[in-house]
């Protein structure tokens, strides 16, 4: 890997040369189905993660003993082929020199594969401490990207001589044609999985009930901004521009994916609904009525993807006397414009994400603000704690986005986490005068699941943190107002009354009160024959991975997609490639 004059390094020359002769070994002993030889080659505190690659699933498997049992089951002769190492991006040393990271290509008998691997340095010798391994495109099957792209339309006289935009306005009425998948929702979770199964040729129809692509996130409160940076949010094949903001407006956002749509050539029928639903185990095709613009259509597809988000399903609590209440209350998920509230008295139930911004949102706009505070809420600062989480990755000049979403896949969820602990310290360190305010006014704070912070609590639950971008000093200043440690008790005329038996006024009452699994989500859309079958989403199971998403769910053709842009960027064509190796009749389990 060269500097920007030309120059490698010794250091460049040094890594690349360590790297080389530790993949010699490793490719003589995969290629030999040497399993006792492949694992000598890691760390005995060594991680193994493949991403379909060898084990046609998504799996993590930690020490020589596990990754063994591992290879023992499904490495063969023949099971991989052609390794090559990558020197585009590294190998290059990190921290201190003790850590080579490096990257490679492969055959595997269905396709094409890519790896990440990061060397130690133990007893003076090179040994991995992580391995990645991950099916990137199924033969026959490769994505219309690069050599495999389109030459264009062809006009035919013998057609009509229909345009390609004849052409595509046509296919996206599915007259008389089913499409292969029924993806639900035109959020980033559902465009990206459509673009991976496009390119894969496997047609694909979104159905979103909102009137654009993007109303999921253009119909949220004005002051709505992504915490996550610039640089972990590119949607596959098509990144921003160089000029995008490190921390973009949800506007900005929900035009982009609608640009997006259209660019990457994606079926989608907007302010259209799904009402019923049925599966055919005998012809292995779904029943699906649709509610459309047009009329109520009727689709047979092969497979469903539900792709409403990872927590989309509102969490309303059942709290007595709610008619009884002469103001408003609603759901944070139907927060908007804030227009009329300047001098009411408003009451925010929830201290996570949702709650603090609208909280800071009802106030500049001029409201009396009140946060109920339940239970205690993990806070970083968006200045520390965003680099401490995205790390060296995902930075102005970090690596391409290719490396850096291979870098974060080879690093397993278990180990995520593990190293999350320290840079909950060191952000609580640099975000002490903050933290301590919060702690004067009696906020409630915690470190998060075994002081994992906000990633333990994003893997596990989806949130039960906030990431200031103000909302803590407005409160630690008492501007905005705190009721601390009790749940609500039930609605009066005038406001709540909270378990503890202090009342509270309000014109308005927001429940920032989260949302239920996204398997709720699914009983509601497909009843509970379907839904009983599904697995809970989020958590890290016992073999490493989230619970039921980018994965089988236990249902032969139903499956989820949801999570941050990072996620469904890097993980919607694993997704995809599962579902386009079942219509081909390869095997996968």
């Known amino acids: 890997m060269a500097t920007e004059t030309g120059q490698v390094s010794v250091a460049e020359v040094a890594a690349e040369a360590a790297f080389a002769a530790w993949l010699e070994r490793f490719t003589t002993a995969l290629q030999a189905a040497d399993v006792a030889g492949t694992t000598m080659l890691l760390a005995g505190d060594s991680w193994w993660r493949d991403l379909l690659a060898l084990t046609r699933d998504l799996g993590t498997y930690r020490g020589r003993d596990n990754v063994a049992t591992m290879l023992g089951e499904h490495l063969a002769p023949g099971s991989f082929a052609n390794i090559q190492m990558t020197t585009e991006f590294g190998p290059r040393y990190q921290g201190d020199g003790e850590i080579i990271e490096g990257f490679l290509t492969f055959e595997t008998p269905v396709g094409f594969g890519r790896g990440a691997v990061r060397l130690r340095r133990e007893d003076g010798g090179w040994v991995a401490w992580t391995v990645m391994t991950e099916l990137d495109d199924l033969r026959g099957h490769e994505r219309a990207i690069g050599p495999h792209r389109s030459r264009g339309p062809r006009h035919d006289p013998a057609d009509g001589g229909r345009n390609w935009l004849q052409e595509r306005q046509e296919h996206l009425r599915y007259i008389g044609s089913d499409p292969d998948v029924v993806v639900i929702g035109a959020g980033q979770g559902g465009l990206t999985v459509a673009a991976n199964l496009g390119l894969m040729g496997v047609d694909t129809l979104i159905i979103e009930k909102s009137a654009r692509v993007g109303d999921g996130w253009r119909k949220r409160y004005k002051s709505l901004v992504l915490h996550d940076p610039v640089w972990a949010d590119h949607l596959p094949y098509m990144p921003y521009p160089d000029s995008w903001p490190v921390y973009c407006a949800k506007d900005k956002i929900a035009d982009w994916f609608e640009s997006y749509a259209s660019a990457m050539e994606l079926n989608v029928w907007t302010s259209s609904e799904m009402t019923s639903s049925g599966y055919d185990e005998a012809t292995g095709r779904w029943t699906l009525r649709v509610r459309t613009p047009d009329g109520e259509r009727e689709l047979h597809p092969r497979d469903v993807v539900l792709a409403t988000g990872a927590a989309g399903e509102p969490n309303i609590p059942d709290v007595p006397g709610r008619d009884r209440f002469a103001g408003t209350v609603y759901h944070s998920s139907r927060h908007g414009a804030v227009t009329g509230w300047a001098g009411k008295k408003a009451v925010v139930v929830g201290a996570c994400n949702s709650g603090h911004d609208i909280a800071q949102d009802l106030y500049e706009a001029g409201a009396d603000v009140t946060l109920v505070q339940r239970s205690s809420t993990h806070i970083i600062s968006q200045e520390h704690g965003i680099p401490a989480i995205f790390g060296s990755n995902f930075v102005e000049g970090g690596p391409p986005t290719a490396y850096a979403d291979l870098l974060a896949s080879g690093t397993p969820w278990?180990?995520?986490?593990?190293?999350?602990?320290?840079?909950?310290?060191?952000?609580?360190?640099?975000?002490?005068?903050?933290?301590?305010?919060l702690d004067a006014v009696?906020?409630?704070?915690?470190?998060?699941?075994?002081?994992?912070?906000?990633?333990?609590y994003a893997l596990a639950y989806g949130g039960g943190y906030y990431i200031d971008v103000g909302c803590s000093r407005l409160i630690a200043d008492g501007k905005i107002k705190l009721a601390q440690?009790?749940?609500?008790?039930?609605?009066?005329?005038?406001?709540?009354?909270?378990?503890?038996?202090?009342?509270?006024?309000?014109?308005?009452v927001v429940l920032a009160t989260g949302y239920k699994n996204m398997r709720e989500t699914a009983?509601?859309?497909?009843?509970?024959?379907?839904?009983?079958?599904?697995?809970?989403?989020?958590?890290?199971?016992?073999?490493?991975?989230?619970?039921?998403l980018y994965r089988r769910t236990g249902h032969p053709a139903f499956w989820y997609m949801?999570?941050?842009?990072?996620?469904?960027?890097?993980?919607?064509?694993?997704?995809?490639?599962?579902?386009?190796?079942?219509?081909?009749?390869l095997h996968t389990s």
Do not use: C
Not at 416 to 437: F, P, Q, S, Y
Not at 442 to 456: A, E, I, V
Not at 564 to 585: C, D, E, M
């Open 562 to 585: 949801g999570g941050p842009l990072a996620w469904v960027r890097i993980y919607s064509k694993h997704l995809a490639l599962q579902i386009t190796a079942k219509h081909a009749g």
């Open 442 to 456: 009696g906020f409630q704070r915690n470190d998060g699941p075994d002081g994992t912070g906000l990633m333990g």
């Open 414 to 437: 278990p180990l995520v986490l593990e190293m999350a602990k320290e840079g909950v310290k060191e952000t609580a360190k640099k975000d002490a005068e903050l933290l301590a305010a």
């Open 523 to 548: 009983r509601r859309l497909f009843g509970d024959q379907v839904a009983d079958r599904l697995p809970v989403v989020l958590g890290i199971g016992e073999d490493g991975e989230i619970g039921g």
């Open 485 to 508: 440690g009790s749940g609500l008790a039930e609605f009066t005329p005038e406001g709540i009354r909270l378990e503890d038996g202090r009342t509270l006024e309000a014109d308005l």
